[in-house]
């Protein structure tokens, strides 16, 4: 992170904003652009935090996924949706965490044209670590205190709602 | 986007988070979760809004960032600072905006080892339609209540400031 900017940019643009006559989308650009940008300091901390275990959020993500589903494997297709990425971005992850022996692709074992994502012992393994510093050195350190966290979330769950993330 | 979801998959990995033990992690993985998720949603929608115009929101808030600065141009180091992105991240968005004629490098006239960015007449343009196409489209129509954006922009000034983005 570079020294502290002497102003907030984004206070700044909004007065920009109000100052050429768009005063009514004002608000929604700065808490739009807060977001963008407040979702790049967390995603490099994130990823500083996991690249000793190899991994990103994004990668870091696919594994936690796994882990969580009864059987340590999903479909791909299911992955994805739940994911809310595209299947090209799925497919470097996964393509990333097999080269580094972390899940492997298989057959599903009755339907022939299905292909599971499985976790391996090594996948596993770094799944636990992983989560173990990111649970200490973000989560429980966030910068953020827990009454903003949880108002957070209560806007951005009705916000992602409103397009469609889930039902 | 894909259908929605039947259960939030982020509130899913919150219970998940609590039933592993880490209940005191599990409000602060939620919201940086759904703050990811979030923007990767805004990011999507703002970069099909602005394909059109030949930009992506990173371009174009250089482009914007020009536009408001008194002579339309910027030393690189300011600009990297004030948009808080990396040198090499910000170097790749102006290749590209200079291979599509919306900016120039240029000499800075007193200092002789600084080079500026400075915005073209068709840069100038571009940032104008584009900017009018995100209005419309994305800051007057985002999904998210006037009171839920202002409160979003108040947590996330009082986040930013704690991670030393502003003074």
Redesign the interface.
């Known amino acids: ?13 909004r007065d ?1 904003w109000i100052s050429h006559g ?1 005063a ?2 004002a ?6 652009t ?10 490099q901390r ?1 990823d500083a935090i996991l690249k000793p275990h190899g991994l990103t ?1 994004a990668r870091f993500e696919v594994l ?1 996924l796994l882990g ?1 589903s009864k059987r340590g494997s999903l479909p791909m297709n299911q992955a ?6 595209h299947a090209t971005s799925l497919t470097n992850s996964v393509d990333r965490l097999e080269a580094t022996g972390m899940v492997r692709r298989v057959q599903h074992p009755t339907d022939g044209r299905t292909r599971l994502l499985e976790l391996t012992t090594k996948g596993k393994g770094v799944l636990i670590d992983a989560r173990q510093d ?2 200490v050195q ?3 350190n ?5 009454a ?6 209560q ?13």
């Open positions: 992170m570079p020294s502290p900017l002497p102003r907030d940019p984004i206070a700044q643009a920009q768009w009514a989308e608000d929604s650009m700065a808490a739009i807060a977001l963008m940008r407040s979702a790049s300091i967390f995603l994130a959020f936690a969580f994805s949706r739940l994911l809310q990425v990111l649970n973000l989560f429980s966030s910068g953020m205190p827990e903003d966290a949880k108002d957070l979330s806007i951005l769950s009705r916000f992602r709602h409103s397009q469609g993330d889930f039902l």
